[in-house]
């Protein structure tokens, strides 16, 4: 089948509109009209090379949802018609990873990804007869995608599919940092560095359980405008005004921090931020290479660092939960979508992204 795709030729360049073949699921995939796909900053990593986390030519794209057209062998419990969520951790139940229990790592998909295919390390997207590599097994940059029907999730049908698109990344991540990685206790301090789809998540998932003081730190006043109306009990520009007296002053140091930037600078500051007994949990991915630099005086007060993939999520059960937080108006995902564009408006979407405008850009097809 012939569909339109944003093909990107190699790191750094623009999107390409163009005609792509998309071939039919194969055993344990479904293929999935896609109806909305947010720009993370994942997509962006790959796009400027900070991350290497797919061969070029790549369609990329991976926060996404849609409407299933059609389902390959072996898949069950999805069926034509249903609506899902598309995600970045399928799994394949057999490898180390899936048998002990934590199916975000699992070796078969990250092998896939790797190579820019899915489980069989093939890709179901060509140009012209030519491979066009497939972005975390998603590949959503597209008006159709093949997935691991694994790595999806049915959700009800009262669920906006642009909204639920925000979930299968930025909210499961931002969010599943605060409530399964760290276990944000009720009553507890929080700061959060770095407010954009992930950031903003970890704020609402701090409001959400309880925490009495949230801190929200960026440059943008835009981006802390959208803190506020997520949660944020304080909010702190830290191009005008010191992040860590400012955290200080309002709680002595924050029980909880995360850092969504992951750069290695205000990593270091985040860090001194955390209080007595505070554990700082760095969301944000680093750059390949990345060295981190931090006072080693905080020790001393039992303070930690600890690490997070994908918000320690439970990807089935998680996703069902916050539609149902959504729906009960609990969760916000409104507030976070701050354009709408189609496949022509990526190019520029990605220069607000890197600039650190806005919230969430998500592309939709009607
Ligand atoms: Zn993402
Ligand atoms: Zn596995």
Redesign the pocket.
Known sequence: MKIKAAVLDEVGKDFRIAEVDIDKPKSGEILVKVAASGLCASDLNAIDGKRKLVPFPAVIGHEAAGVVTEVGPDVSGIAVGDHVVMSIVP?????????RGI?N?????GDAMSVGGLFDKTSRLSENGSKLNQFLCVASFAEYAVVPASGAVVIPKEMPLDRAALLSCAVLTGYGAVVNTAKVQPGSSVAVFGCGGVGLNSIQGARIIGARTIIAVDVSDEKLEIAKKVGATHTVNAAKEDPVAFVKSVCGGADYVFDASGREATISQAWLATGVQGQLTLVGLLKNGAQLTIDAGPFVNEQSIKGCYFGSANLQKDVISLVKSYLNGQLFLDELISERIGLEGLNDAVKRLRAGEGARNVLVFD
């Open positions: 799994n394949c139940g057999e490898c180390e990873w899936c048998k199916p790592y699992c070796a078969t998909a």
